[in-house]
């Protein structure tokens, strides 16, 4: 599947966001080697710290049925933003253990897009190796 396709699958999964809050949506869709799709949308609370991102929906929702790292093969996280969304830190602490570091994520708000890797987005990470 092409990162265009990719993308195209995200914001299919955007149309479930529930974003009353901030009105930003984001979709996300994580493929896997062996074409499996899982999706994911940003999904908010009025608590705000029970809201749960689109990228960790869709990458949570491939552990939760087995897959792990090395079977998820690229991660579309799409927004209706102004510009492209970028992970929250959150988000990022989380897919640094989860996804593999050269792995493509393609980021896109249907104007622009642009692809990249969990070290790009995020030098320096905290891991397991730290608690060593």
Do not use: W
């Not at 149309?15 to 869709?29: D, F, K, L, Q, R």
């Not at 809201?51 to 998820?72: L, Q």
């Not at 980021?107 to 608690?131: A, C, I, K, R, Y």
């Amino acid at each position: 599947m092409s990162h265009e396709e990719l993308v195209k699958e995200a914001f299919k999964a955007m149309e479930n966001a529930y974003a009353p809050y901030s009105n930003y949506h984001v979709g996300a869709c994580a493929l896997c080697k062996d074409g499996t799709l899982f999706y994911g949308a940003n999904i908010e609370n009025a608590s705000y710290g029970g809201t749960n991102c689109a990228e960790r929906s869709a990458v949570f929702a491939a552990y939760s049925r087995g897959y792990r790292k090395d079977d998820i093969e690229a991660l579309a996280i799409v927004s209706d933003g102004k510009r492209i969304g970028y992970p929250c830190g959150i988000c990022r602490q989380v897919l640094s253990e989860l996804l593999n570091q050269k792995m493509p994520i393609v980021l896109s708000n249907g104007q622009e897009t642009l692809v990249t890797d969990m070290e790009e987005l995020f030098p320096f990470q905290f891991s397991s190796e730290d608690l060593d």
